[in-house]
């Protein structure tokens, strides 16, 4: 037990750098040469890269990676994987090959690094995809994830803007991991509640996308690291605002306990203050606007649907068997970029 606790000292989604930091970083990278081919790139802080390849194919490229947040090294692997594969799917596309990113104590069990690669194949065998290689690195701490490169027409990609007034938001996963995981790391999760959050890290969003592909998406991303209010703000663009209702967001188990208990995450606070000024809160608890703030690990897809075809969609989703909801919708205007009542 004493491994296991020093292998798990707390990551996933959590682990990311805050949304500040990242655009201060970026905006002082070079300009680049326009390159018509490439089809999304950097600029809205999309989930993956898109690159035209011909009039009809075109790929798609991520990767992701992170320390453990759970104690068991083989559902950490498939955690991590599924993880990296969401952004290929988040985009519309289907993934067709992936390379693992190890960092790893060399002098540790490496039956403990054997079991982490296990669950990650099992999870790109299960998107369908080919483990085609990777790269390791002797490292003081456990990291691991995967680079995923995927296939997509150019005319169908979904990009994280575009949401357009009228749109109903669905949300495919419920939300709370990285306050579940918390609780988890001091011994203080109940066993419902790490059942349920690693049943929702461990499910691959393809069941999902492959759902929405047979509607009209206006605007896809999955809620990770910035969590559900952040990505939401990226969705909106410049001109659009939104609606959510908190009674149908749907959350982990034993949420307000964990937030009263001040399980939280150093990330949901920098995510609170990115959006100071942007979300409106009406008659909110505490354990609530936590939630909205929370770092996900491998969380659902949220998707910005039309409203005539959001139900038939919801009614879809809700056979995968994991919490869902339509969450709110996509207005013209609002007193603020997000209002949350």
Known sequence: MAEKVQFCKGGGCTAKLGPDILKRVLSKLPAQKKDPDLLVGFETSDDAAVYRVSPDRAVVQTLDFFPPMVEDPHTFGQIAAANALSDIWAMGGRPVTALNIVCFPQDWDLNILGEIMRGGAEKVAEAGASLAGGHSINDADVKYGLSVTGVIDPAKVLKNVGALPGDRLILTKPLG????????????????????????????????????????????????????????????????????????????????????????????????????????????????????????????????????????????????????????????????????N
């Open 177 to 340: 991991t990285g306050i579940v995981c918390t609780a988890g790391r001091v011994g203080e999760a109940d066993a419902e509640s790490m059942e349920a959050a690693v049943r929702s890290m461990t499910t691959l969003n393809k069941y999902a996308s492959e759902i929405f592909q047979k509607y009209k998406v206006d605007a896809c991303t999955d809620v990770t690291g910035f969590g559900l209010l952040g990505h939401l703000n990226e969705m909106l663009g410049e001109e659009s605002y939104a609606v959510l209702h908190m009674k149908d967001i749907p959350c982990l188990p034993e949420i307000p306990s964990y937030v009263d208990a001040f399980y939280l995450t150093a990330n949901g606070q920098r995510n609170r203050n990115h959006l100071k000024g942007k979300v409106l809160f009406e008659n909110m608890e505490f354990w609530q606007e936590e939630l909205l703030f929370d770092p996900q690990t491998s969380g659902g897809l949220l998707a910005a649907v039309p409203g005539e075809q959001a139900e038939a969609c919801l009614a879809e989703i809700r056979t995968l068997g994991l919490p869902c909801g339509i969450i709110g919708e996509i207005t013209e205007n609002g007193e603020n970029r997000i209002c949350v």
